[in-house]
């Protein structure tokens, strides 16, 4: 049996959260959803933001830059408080509050990744250090979210 539920624009990358018992989405729409995981397996919606709301697109490259892409997201932090959306579009991480769906307006942190942020590792032992690969100019940068 399938069964579905709207995941956002163009998803691509998903992500679960086993001690929140969350899924988190993210659309190269520029969207990032979250929805619970419920014990039978199904999901319940939880939230939706959509990046254009708040991101313009990056334009270094007109092409593949003309509004917000979110590639991937992940929980960060020692216990896992909050997550990180990379933004290809918008050459932008964003952090988002375990639990909470909203425009940074609430608190969130942006910073900015130039030559297209595709995907984020934190560092192994390093509170709040990761690294990330920008797909338009080849390069891994490393980065602080504290």
């Known amino acids: 049996m ?12 998903v992500y679960f959260d086993e001690a929140e018992s969350e899924i988190t989405v993210a659309g190269y729409g520029g969207t990032l959803s979250r ?9 319940t919606p939880m939230g939706l933001v ?3 709301t708040f991101l313009k ?3 270094v490259n007109a092409q593949r830059q003309e509004k917000p892409h979110v590639h991937f997201f992940s929980s960060w932090g020692d216990d896992e408080d909050f997550g990180i959306a990379v933004d290809l579009g918008a050459d932008a991480l964003v952090a988002y509050k375990t639990g909470e769906l909203r425009a940074p307006a609430g608190g969130n942190a942006i910073q900015t990744i ?9 560092h192994p032992f ?4 990761g690294y990330v690969c920008t797909e338009l100019s080849n390069k891994l940068f490393r980065f602080s979210v504290l």
């Open 35 to 43: 929805f619970r995981l419920e014990a039978d397996g199904r999901v």
């Open 50 to 52: 959509q990046h254009e």
């Open 57 to 59: 697109g990056s334009m």
């Open 126 to 129: 390093l509170r709040g250090m």
């Open 2 to 13: 399938i069964a579905s539920a709207n995941a956002g624009v163009y998803p691509c990358h």
């Open 114 to 122: 130039r030559g297209g942020p595709r995907h984020a590792a934190r």
